[in-house]
């Protein structure tokens, strides 16, 4: 028997070249490294889309689930309000003519209130799309439909009785943002899928309440030929920064923080 006769012939010869016998290497040579190979198949690691990649696969499910609706209804009657003067044989008022755009921006301003209610929410608050991208889509999706209703809004009002329009689009822009932020705000500190109505009646009172508690040095809604009214700009101007500031705070995801790891560098012990 081979095992009462000892090893077998050779056995305990070193390979050639420094290979390694049973794992270890001879000689004081190094055992030849080699390349891990790349992954293969299904399980392969995939690079995350990019943000354009996103934006398109989101746009057109985001498009259809914009409430239409709402925006329809007081886009159409923004430019029917602005039009009234042209009903009539006499001239209107510049208080007259300045107060009926405003009336139109408020109906758009309550239509865009309702520009973030999603019945889903809960649901596509576990896709890996982040808050800021699916928000952020909906507010740019509207804004070419808001610049469209403007103009035509705008166009509607005779232009020998319109205000200026620089100091007039920039109330609709600090009233559009200023509902806008509303609904981002509403989205975040509630948890409401449709929390529109809310903002709706937030944006109408301040309409409303706003010119009778205002100080004077603070008026917003003056007429063209005040001398306030380019002062009163200057504070539109600041309201649609702050709106603008709001919505961009409320945006992010609400768990974008510095997160601090614990715990040791080394190695944990048992005991």
């Known amino acids: ?9 050779g056995a305990d010869r070193a390979p050639a070249n420094g290979a390694p016998v049973n794992g270890a290497p001879v000689n004081g040579a190094t055992a030849p490294r080699t390349a891990p190979r790349p992954a293969r198949g299904p399980g392969r690691a995939s690079s ?30 923004g430019p029917l309000l602005a039009a009234v003067p042209r009903l009539s044989d006499d001239p209107p008022t510049p208080w007259l003519a300045v107060n009926l755009l405003r009336g139109a ?27 800021v991208l699916r928000t ?24 020998e009785h319109r205000p200026p329009a620089g100091a007039i689009t920039l109330e609709a822009a600090a009233v559009c943002a200023l509902a806008a932020a509303g609904a981002v705000s509403a989205l975040r500190l509630g948890q409401e ?7 709706a009646v937030g ?15 603070w008026a917003l809604f003056v007429t063209p ?28 995801e609400p768990g974008a923080r510095l997160r601090i790891r614990c715990g040791t560098s ?3 012990r048992t005991s």
């Open 1 to 9: 028997m081979r095992g009462l006769n000892g090893p077998r012939p």
């Open 48 to 77: 995350p889309p990019s943000v354009f990649a996103s934006v398109r696969a989101l746009a057109p499910p985001v498009l259809r689930a914009l409430p239409w609706r709402p925006l329809a209804a007081t886009g159409l009657l």
């Open 105 to 131: 921006i408020l109906l758009y301003a309550l239509g865009l209130a309702f520009l973030l209610d999603d019945p889903a929410r809960h649901t596509t608050a576990a896709v890996p799309t982040g808050r």
């Open 136 to 159: 952020g889509l909906r507010l740019a999706l509207a804004l070419p439909v808001t610049v469209l209703w403007w103009t035509a809004t705008l166009l509607a009002m005779p232009a």
């Open 193 to 199: 899928a449709a929390p529109g109505r809310q903002v």
């Open 203 to 217: 944006v109408l009172l301040l309409a409303v309440l706003g010119p009778w508690f205002l100080p004077e040095r």
């Open 225 to 252: 030929d005040d001398p306030l009214w380019t002062a009163a700009h200057d504070r539109w101007a600041g309201l649609l920064a702050a709106s603008v500031l709001t919505a961009a705070v409320w945006l992010r």
């Open 266 to 268: 080394g190695p944990s």
